[in-house]
């Protein structure tokens, strides 16, 4: 289980640019496909080897290790006992998901439905379209004094499936004010018709070939829709697309889906977890903490967007729900806000990101307790658990507890409760229950799309907090062969923690139970099995949020509307363009010590140069001359290097760190406007 498999994947032709939308068409229509594909062959698995070019994507496989112990396993003569055990979990996880449940019941008053109601609620009619409408960035649309270009910058970068999505919510918060007699908001169509839209928006034609080409290119990968049977015994595979908004292949799908439906030839689904190969763009791969907060705050108003149209196509009702004020008890660990552990926190440790209990129970679980046969399932004392939990409450930050003696079993409990007893949901009282509505997506790919999108959603403290627990859990799961704890059984005991919580009514738990059990166990498992393809930002968001930023740096332009047609003019003509006959250029890259600039360096561009290159030649500069600061010699006579990384910054972007994969031609040609500088990464240590 613990080796690690050895992919050979072929590269592909990428011609995906991402599709625009015309504002003035943003009213709602009947559902239809923005592209005109035609059903393909499934491609065969022996794909043509060809020299690269500067269009094509490399293709790495997102792989856990799990991912590897699995796929391993598949090659092995014992391929199918254990793909039998990977379909379904075993009657030990279902009881012991039950067992859980009545736990949370009983424990945390769970069952008490008037603190319920009282803590959570459901938005009154309206209130959640204004809501979502200022959580998407806009608020302006329902605005009498708003001028149009505040919400045009916006409008102008979303598909027209987002776009519809919009629509919706601004027509059901028309119709809402209308049934209390209220004053409907302005007539949206003036906005989307008004110059200062129609200047912002691509020409329609050029937009619908765009949307066309970017969706056939999408239907013509392998996707799970068209992908045969796979042989028995065989390691099955899927491609993760994300340079097509998460919505517009939803589209696609759904009309594929529907030819299967009237062919009979959709492809029965099953347990097994396949590995995922993630087509890797030239600029590479952006992770959540690669960006700078101003752009984040960017990527969630997108995400939002994606993801309440990937709901809209996917028949999925997912109401949000609002907590109210709780009295927070008089405790320094339980119970206590993530914000407010982080704020106490970062005050004994400033670069910290999650509570550092936290930090230090999970630490002890990984030494002790993943060895350990049926941790998370086996309970431990509750006398024991209660001592503990006190003498942590009164003594954790003096520094005066003593792990010695605690059973990995009972601080397994611990953590379990710490979770289930924070004052608001983990995944939030605003997002619980869509994440419950994952397990009502049969397509995988669509799961792990709406995964990627509620992941960008929650809250940082939520976020980091979620993954340090992953992170936990995918090593109990590697050590199977010890602990007995395979995915299913993990996922299991840990399902109820996450998915239930007294703040937030949940229908988890009606009907039938094996269903239900199995469904949000199956939710648990993809979140540790893909959290690394999880916590990255698709390509079209990224997208999004470079063609926001430059809507944005040139949105004044459009006040003044006599000089209107001349300025746009001059930015079509004068805007920068690539120049193909160019072999090589020079730019220029700033080194950055603290918040100064202390140096610079010249690096020479070929259309096959990296990041991972340019830092190399930094590191080379810096063994000639390890006495200006940029390396460290150690009594072995080897030279330390910084943990620096190369920003993007400026530009159509706010801060970017750089995949060590980043084509830097392409870079350069994304973003003309950006600088190159090479720095410590926030979480290193020593300086250059």
Not at 134 to 161: K, Q
Not at 346 to 351: L, R, V, Y
Not at 553 to 567: C, E, P, S, V
Request: aromatic residues 6%.
């Amino acid at each position: 289980m613990g080796g690690r498999e050895e992919v050979t994947v072929s590269r592909f032709v990428s011609t995906m640019q991402f599709p625009r939308t015309r504002l003035n068409r943003f009213r709602l229509r009947p559902a239809q496909s923005p592209a005109r594909s035609k059903r393909v062959k499934p491609s065969s698995h022996k794909k043509a080897v060809r020299n690269p070019s500067p269009t094509e994507m490399s293709v790495e496989p997102w792989a856990s290790p799990q991912d590897q112990a699995a796929a391993e396993d598949a090659h092995s003569t014992h391929t199918a006992s254990f793909q039998d055990l990977e379909q379904h979990p075993d009657k030990l996880c279902l009881d012991s998901f039950w067992s859980e449940v009545e736990t949370i019941r009983q424990g945390s008053g769970y069952t008490d439905l008037d603190c319920t109601r009282r803590d959570s609620r459901q938005s009154e009619e309206g209130e959640q379209e204004e809501q979502w409408l200022a959580d998407a960035g806009l608020s302006n649309l329902i605005s009498e004094d708003s001028e149009d270009v505040d919400n045009a910058v916006l409008l102008s970068t979303l598909t027209r499936t987002q776009a519809e999505a919009v629509q919706r919510r601004l027509d059901s918060y028309t119709l809402s004010l209308r049934k209390r007699n209220k004053p409907a908001p302005r007539d949206v169509r003036d906005v989307f018709n008004s110059p200062i839209t129609q200047t912002l928006l691509p020409e329609s034609q050029d937009s619908e070939d765009l949307a066309h080409n970017s969706m056939a290119s999408v239907a013509k990968t392998p996707l799970s829709a068209v992908t045969p049977e796979h042989q028995r015994g065989a390691p099955k595979e899927e491609f993760f697309i994300t340079d097509v908004a998460y919505c517009e292949q939803a589209v696609i799908f759904l009309k594929q889906a529907k030819l299967q439906q009237n062919n009979s030839q959709r492809r029965k689904e099953d347990g097994t977890l396949p590995r995922v190969i993630c087509p890797k763009c030239r600029l590479g791969v952006t992770r959540i903490q690669d960006l700078s907060h101003a752009d984040m705050k960017k990527v969630r108003q997108l995400a939002l967007i994606d993801m309440t149209a990937l709901c809209d196509l996917l028949e999925l009702e997912v109401k949000r729900h609002k907590t109210g004020k709780r009295k927070i008890p008089e405790s320094t660990l339980f119970g206590v806000p993530l914000a407010t552990l982080l704020e106490g926190d970062q005050k004994i440790k400033s670069n910290t990101s999650t509570p550092l209990f936290l930090q230090t129970l999970l630490s002890f679980l990984e030494k002790k307790g993943v060895d350990s046969e049926g941790i998370l399932r086996v309970p431990g004392s509750q006398s024991r658990i209660k001592l503990l939990q006190q003498n942590l409450e009164a003594n954790f930050y003096s520094g005066q507890v003593s792990w010695d003696e605690v059973s990995p079993n009972d601080a397994a409990a611990l953590l379990k409760k710490f979770i289930r007893e924070l004052p608001a949901p983990l995944l939030t009282a605003e997002y619980l229950n869509t994440f419950s509505a994952v397990r009502d997506i049969t397509e995988l790919k669509q799961k792990l799309h709406m995964l990627n999108l509620l992941i960008l959603l929650l809250p940082e403290p939520n976020r980091n907090t979620l993954k340090a627990l992953l992170e936990f859990l995918s090593k109990v799961v590697s050590k199977e062969k010890r602990n007995r704890m395979n995915l299913w059984a993990v996922a299991t005991i840990m399902a109820p923690n996450l998915f239930l919580h007294k703040a937030v009514p949940s229908k988890l738990t009606e009907g039938a139970e094996k269903g239900h059990a199995e469904k949000a166990a199956d939710v648990m498992r993809l979140l540790i099995r893909y959290q690394d393809l999880l916590w990255t930002i698709p390509n079209f968001l990224m997208s999004q949020v470079r063609k926001l930023n430059e809507n944005s740096n040139r949105r004044y332009q459009f006040y003044d509307r006599r000089i209107k047609n001349l300025l746009r003019k001059i930015h079509t003509d004068s805007r920068e363009k690539p120049d193909k006959n160019t072999s090589e250029l020079c730019r220029t890259v700033k080194i950055q010590v603290g918040d100064q600039v202390n140096g610079t360096m010249e690096y020479q561009l070929s259309i096959n140069s990296r990041a991972s290159d340019l830092l190399t030649q930094f590191h080379r500069q810096s063994l000639r001359s390890p006495d200006n600061g940029k390396g460290k010699i150690r009594r072995n006579g080897s030279v330390a290097y910084p943990d620096c990384a190369l920003y993007e910054v400026g530009g159509n972007i706010g801060e970017h760190c750089l995949d060590p994969d980043t084509h830097l031609l392409d870079l350069y040609n994304s973003n003309h406007g950006g600088e190159w500088i090479i720095k410590l990464k926030p979480n290193a240590s020593k300086g250059l």
